[in-house]
């Protein structure tokens, strides 16, 4: 009876709970018809004892049959409940034995004084148990509100997590582009040490197209420059915006000279591809300028060779407007080459 209780108590049964029920019914009436058996006799209440086990039988055959229709249908045992943080199994075992004693004096004899004594006993056993389920269901009650504030804060956390993560993301990435941008680029290039290559590009033609289309149309080219470099960037390569229309690529491993140029006039060639921005066919160019390290070269080095190549490029290159030429049509407008920066200004004029 008491391991048939204890598994009744337990979160996860072993057995559905219609079998459990009958294997409970049929260790009742077992139990109470061994225990009493010797009055029953004696008061010769031998067919209710005989009785009693024939049902206590019955239950226990039509449990078993239970059983094994739930276990091939696949649903053997109840779904996973909240388990209670307290255990009724030892009240259940008071409640037992003051049933059992009720049960005795019921078919023994009916003395008052022992009435008396045994309900006494009854309430105050009654009253224990109470007090103690009382505490419990408080105590249960804070260890649930304990559990949603736990759950809370971790929900705090997993938003605090996010939230840094998305300041780190924003402190480090360009807001407009989505690409790394300076300061990220300058700790990579500290990380990497000097024996990787270094792209820097400069949009030609690209004030031009800001101020004849507005700042929206410029926008969007600079959007549509950073997908062609994310395009043409190799496995492991950071492609940084560095501000305004200066972009830089770091490679994730060293390159030769001419491997780097190679690079440079693929990136070059895919940012001359026309593109439409607002209704409108634009085109712009841009200046690469390239410079390869070695072990033990700082990446300060790197760039300012990087920064000298491309200005060098830009002054020796005389830029067009974007429209296509037509046959026959008007030639179109060159764009001066803008200064080196040690003799003027940096940009487009």
Same mark, same amino acid.
């Given at each position: 009876?008491?391991?048939?209780?204890?598994?009744?108590?337990?979160?996860?049964?072993?057995?559905?709970?219609?079998?459990?029920?009958? *294997?409970?019914?049929?260790?009742?009436? @077992?139990?109470?018809?061994?225990?009493?058996?010797?009055?029953?006799?004696?008061?010769?209440?031998?067919?209710?004892?005989?009785?009693?086990?024939?049902?206590?039988?019955?239950?226990?055959?039509? !449990?078993?049959?239970?059983?094994?229709?739930?276990?091939?249908?696949?649903?053997?045992?109840?779904?996973?409940?909240?388990?209670?943080?307290?255990?009724?199994?030892?009240?259940?075992?008071?409640?037992?034995?003051?049933?059992? $004693?009720?049960?005795?004096?019921?078919?023994?004899?009916?003395?008052?004084?022992?009435?008396?004594?045994?309900?006494? #006993?009854?309430?105050?056993?009654?009253?224990?148990?109470?007090?103690? $389920?009382? !505490?419990?269901?408080?105590?249960? =009650?804070?260890?649930?509100?304990?559990?949603?504030?736990?759950? @809370?804060?971790?929900?705090?956390? #997993?938003? =605090?997590?996010? *939230?840094?993560? @998305?300041?780190?993301?924003?402190?480090?990435?360009?807001?407009?582009?989505?690409? #790394?941008?300076?300061?990220?680029?300058?700790?990579?290039?500290?990380? #990497?040490?000097?024996?990787?290559?270094?792209? $820097?590009?400069?949009?030609?033609?690209?004030?031009?197209?800001?101020?004849?289309?507005?700042?929206?149309?410029?926008?969007?080219?600079?959007?549509?420059?950073?997908?062609?470099?994310?395009?043409?960037?190799?496995?492991?390569?950071?492609?940084?915006?560095?501000?305004?229309?200066?972009?830089?690529?770091?490679?994730?491993?060293?390159?030769?000279?001419?491997?780097? =140029?190679?690079?440079?006039?693929?990136?070059?060639?895919?940012?001359?591809?026309?593109?439409?921005?607002?209704?409108?066919?634009?085109?712009?160019?841009?200046?690469?300028?390239?410079?390869?390290?070695?072990?033990?070269?700082?990446?300060?080095? *790197?760039?300012?060779?990087?920064?000298?190549?491309?200005?060098?490029?830009?002054?020796?290159?005389?830029?067009?407007?974007?429209?296509?030429?037509?046959?026959?049509?008007?030639?179109?407008?060159?764009?001066?080459?803008?200064?080196?920066?040690?003799?003027?200004?940096?940009? @487009?004029?």
């Amino acid at each position: 009876m008491f391991a048939l209780v204890k598994l009744l108590l337990m979160p996860v049964k072993p057995f559905a709970p219609l079998a459990g029920a009958l *294997l409970s019914l049929a260790a009742t009436l @077992e139990g109470a018809a061994t225990g009493f058996r010797p009055l029953l006799i004696e008061h010769g209440h031998i067919p209710w004892q005989q009785g009693a086990t024939v049902v206590a039988v019955a239950a226990l055959t039509a !449990a078993t049959r239970v059983q094994f229709l739930q276990m091939r249908a696949g649903t053997s045992s109840a779904p996973r409940t909240r388990r209670r943080p307290y255990s009724l199994l030892p009240y259940a075992a008071v409640a037992g034995t003051f049933a059992l $004693l009720i049960g005795v004096l019921v078919v023994d004899g009916w003395q008052p004084a022992t009435w008396i004594a045994v309900g006494g #006993a009854a309430g105050g056993s009654a009253l224990v148990v109470v007090r103690q $389920l009382a !505490a419990f269901a408080d105590n249960a =009650r804070l260890v649930t509100m304990l559990d949603a504030k736990v759950a @809370e804060l971790h929900s705090l956390l #997993a938003e =605090r997590d996010r *939230l840094a993560a @998305e300041l780190e993301h924003r402190a480090f990435h360009d807001a407009l582009t989505g690409l #790394a941008n300076r300061a990220l680029f300058q700790r990579r290039l500290a990380s #990497a040490g000097g024996d990787r290559a270094v792209l $820097l590009l400069d949009l030609d033609g690209f004030k031009p197209v800001n101020d004849t289309y507005g700042h929206a149309a410029g926008d969007a080219v600079l959007t549509a420059v950073a997908v062609r470099l994310r395009a043409h960037a190799g496995p492991g390569d950071l492609v940084a915006r560095l501000g305004g229309d200066e972009f830089a690529l770091l490679t994730a491993g060293p390159l030769t000279g001419a491997e780097a =140029r190679e690079r440079a006039a693929g990136i070059a060639a895919a940012i001359a591809v026309p593109m439409t921005v607002l209704g409108q066919e634009v085109r712009v160019g841009a200046s690469v300028g390239v410079a390869t390290g070695r072990a033990g070269r700082s990446g300060d080095a *790197l760039v300012h060779e990087a920064d000298l190549d491309m200005y060098a490029r830009k002054a020796g290159t005389v830029r067009v407007r974007p429209e296509p030429v037509r046959a026959g049509g008007p030639p179109v407008t060159p764009i001066p080459a803008a200064p080196h920066p040690r003799d003027g200004t940096r940009g @487009e004029p």
